[in-house]
């Protein structure tokens, strides 16, 4: 039986970013099924008493230097973006929008957006952009703007965020399989680790 | 020719002492040699406006289940002390004696000071049981209780907090190898790969 692996992430995330270039491969190696949420950390960071991990004195500057090298370590694009961070609720809201109206434009369009904003340096915290994107993926543009300005799309991205919340989610990028959290794209291989183990039957 | 890695750690920190389980097998596997440097991370969270991991909404309970299911997933012992955190100023500077006064029983004295907290429940944060330890570890109990009184090794304590976050360290474990920062031990198998890249000669 297929386990689902829930997949939190925020577009201003370059951690998110990393995962999600490799969640499809760890899913497909697991036989886990995605269930994509694009959330916001702004306010998990309330809840925490925290803020942007580049906002924060020492660790900001690590950091920024981590985002270079780890890209580098694993072979994935990556220039680091200006402006950064950047809101990321039009990216968020149509990415829900595909998800339930589209699924099967789904994962690509995420690749497409954070590879837009990671790897080639365009500013997804604007809705034409996002929109240009969600055209490139497949999706219907015009259809697409419509539902941004729904209300329920943007009840739905709430909801999401508050869920998220609800369920201790505080990171981009969070990792749910079986009720056991993942936080980070450095727990890639404690989950390989850990699917191991609990795949191993208990005779 | 050796290039040095300078070890941060602090006594209270999980992940600092899943480091120090490890650390001498990567030194040993890239010969490097080990810069030791026990520190107190009370002025880091200071300047960060952060707090104790498990002190922080969220990610105190996350914390608290990756601490467990990290020492698993590694097979290192692991018992969540009660109470946690704990003041180690103590350990840290029965550490910085060691390594000033005796470095044969160093590396020794930081193993028996880690498993003591955590595998062993042991109340490190008490001098005692800390002297206990150096007697463990090889050193003379009563040179030690002497040299901890000393306002030199307070100095010295203060002074290698001091130069850490002058170096841009702010959390434990925190690796320094050849000017390039890691923090955390998920920075393990970073290192590994960055070791190998930089090794890699540039014809």
Redesign the interface.
């Known amino acids: 039986m297929s386990k689902t692996l829930d997949f939190y992430f925020e577009y201003s995330s370059p951690y998110g970013y990393f995962a999600s270039t490799g969640i499809e491969a760890l899913a497909a190696r697991h036989d886990l099924t995605i269930r994509w949420h694009p959330i916001l950390l702004g306010p998990?960071f309330k809840?925490?008493?925290?803020a942007p991990l580049v906002n924060?004195?020492?660790?900001g500057?690590?950091s920024r230097?981590?985002f270079q090298?780890?890209a580098?370590?694993f072979g994935i694009p990556y220039t680091h973006p200006d402006p950064f961070p950047i809101a990321t609720v039009s990216a968020a809201r149509a990415t829900l929008y595909a998800r339930e109206q589209h699924p099967e434009k789904l994962a690509t369009l995420v690749g497409k957006l954070y590879a837009g904003f990671f790897a080639q340096g365009r500013a997804i915290n604007e809705t034409s952009v996002v929109l240009d994107i969600c055209a490139e993926s497949g999706l219907n543009r015009s259809a697409a703007e419509s539902a941004l300005a729904e209300d329920s799309l943007k009840a739905l991205l709430k909801s999401e965020v508050d869920h998220a919340?609800s369920q201790?989610?505080?990171?981009s990028p969070f990792l749910i399989i079986d009720n056991?959290?993942f936080?980070?794209f450095?727990?890639f291989?404690?989950i390989e680790?850990?699917l191991q183990?609990t795949a191993r039957p208990s005779t």
């Open positions: 998990m809840a925490m008493g925290s924060i004195p020492l660790k500057e690590y230097r981590d090298r780890t580098k370590l919340l201790g989610v505080f990171g056991e959290p936080w980070g450095d727990r291989d404690h680790k850990w183990t």
